[in-house]
């Protein structure tokens, strides 16, 4: 019996996985699911990384702390949700999402796609303060949800590109270091990309085929889903 929510989420996403996708009677909740994105969970060790070896992020000598800023958005996951109830800081999930002008959105395509998605409509975000501050951070500037934090967290600044398979070091950061030791951390990020990118195809297949038992788990309660996206 799990004794967690995300141990309960794991074994839910093992029984969904034990029968072909395509199988009856799914077979057109399956194709009208496959025309939405690609379905296939990808092996963080098949993918390249376009960096330096040993390039990571060097937070002590940033001037623009990235869990701070009108741009600095932690969009959560299911995952990242059942994390959150089991370290019973759910206080920290809302709705309440900021807003871009043109001019901001045509600087960063990336922010474009992402608050043009449906992902952006039915999942919350991490709170923050009036100063765009993360809600999680300490006095000291320190994430309180480490090692519980989100997957997004977990490897910024090393972002997957799923048309290219390639894990690339983001542009957003440019306090860094490129270092012989630091090539196991640099790893590590990279590979929460992947896992990242991974959640989000699990999210979609988890909420056409699983609706029920992620509502009985307690995760839906804090999604916006309309009737049309409850019968994917």
């Not at 997957?160 to 894990?167: L, M, T």
Request: glycine residues 4%; aromatic residues 10%.
């Amino acid at each position: 019996m799990p004794t967690s929510i995300v141990s309960a989420l794991d074994e839910l996403w093992k029984r969904v996985q034990e029968r072909p996708l395509y199988a009856p009677p799914n077979f057109f909740k399956y194709i009208k699911l496959r025309a939405q994105t690609r379905l296939q969970i990808i092996d963080p060790s098949s993918v390249s990384t376009c960096a330096p070896v040993g390039k990571i992020n060097d937070c002590s000598n940033c001037l623009n702390n990235c869990c701070v800023g009108p741009r600095s958005i932690v969009l959560l996951r299911l995952r990242d949700i059942a994390s959150l109830i089991d370290v019973k800081r759910t206080d920290l999930i809302t709705h309440e999402k900021p807003t871009f002008s043109e001019d901001e959105l045509s600087d960063r395509p990336a922010l474009r796609r992402q608050t043009s998605s449906a992902g952006w409509q039915i999942f919350p975000i991490l709170k923050r303060t009036a100063y765009g501050a993360c809600l999680a951070l300490t006095e000291e500037g320190r994430c309180s949800l480490y090692p519980h934090w989100p997957l997004s967290c977990a490897r910024f600044p090393y972002a997957f590109h799923a048309e290219d398979r390639e894990v690339f070091y983001s542009p957003r950061c440019d306090s860094f270091w490129i270092r012989s030791d630091g090539q196991e951390r640099a790893e590590v990020m990279a590979a929460h990309a992947v896992v990242s990118y991974n959640e989000r195809i699990k999210d979609l297949i988890l909420m056409a085929y699983a609706m029920d038992e992620l509502t009985a788990l307690g995760l839906t309660k804090y999604l916006r889903i309309d009737a049309s996206q409850r019968v994917l």
